[in-house]
């Protein structure tokens, strides 16, 4: 999304939360002229960063050996992974990965 559009997000949200209308955003500036409203937009950005995982390139690092990933190649081709210790990206099939949350376990019912 871009920007301009994520700032929109925001502001329709920002103005259904807090029924307020003070949003001036001061573009030469590049931030909102009244703190709450500017620290509401940066915890919306940290908040959105952190839901967006970005995918890791293999020339950048590899999947840990154990690690159970998702995986693309240049083709588009999208699998999970169970990563064995390979720790050359020109020995992988894949161009990019990204970690899986690890699985939580059911509590037994006894």
């Not at 502001?11 to 001036?24: G, I, K, L, T």
């Not at 955003?25 to 709450?36: E, I, M, N, R, W």
């Not at 081709?77 to 390979?86: K, L, Q, R, W, Y």
Request: aromatic share 16%.
């Amino acid at each position: 999304m871009d920007i301009q559009k994520e700032r929109e997000a925001f502001e329709a949200w920002f103005e259904s939360r807090y029924d307020a209308h003070f949003m001036q955003f001061a573009l030469d500036l590049g931030f909102y002229v009244d703190k709450h409203t500017q620290t509401c937009w940066e915890a919306w950005q940290a908040a959105k960063a952190q839901a967006v995982p970005k995918w890791i390139s293999v020339k950048n690092a590899m999947p840990k050996a154990g690690s159970q990933v998702l995986t693309y190649d240049d083709y588009g081709f999208v699998s999970v992974e169970n990563i064995d210790g390979c720790e050359d990206p020109n020995n992988v099939y894949f161009s990019h990965w990204l970690p899986l949350p690890p699985v939580e376990q059911e509590p037994a019912n006894d």
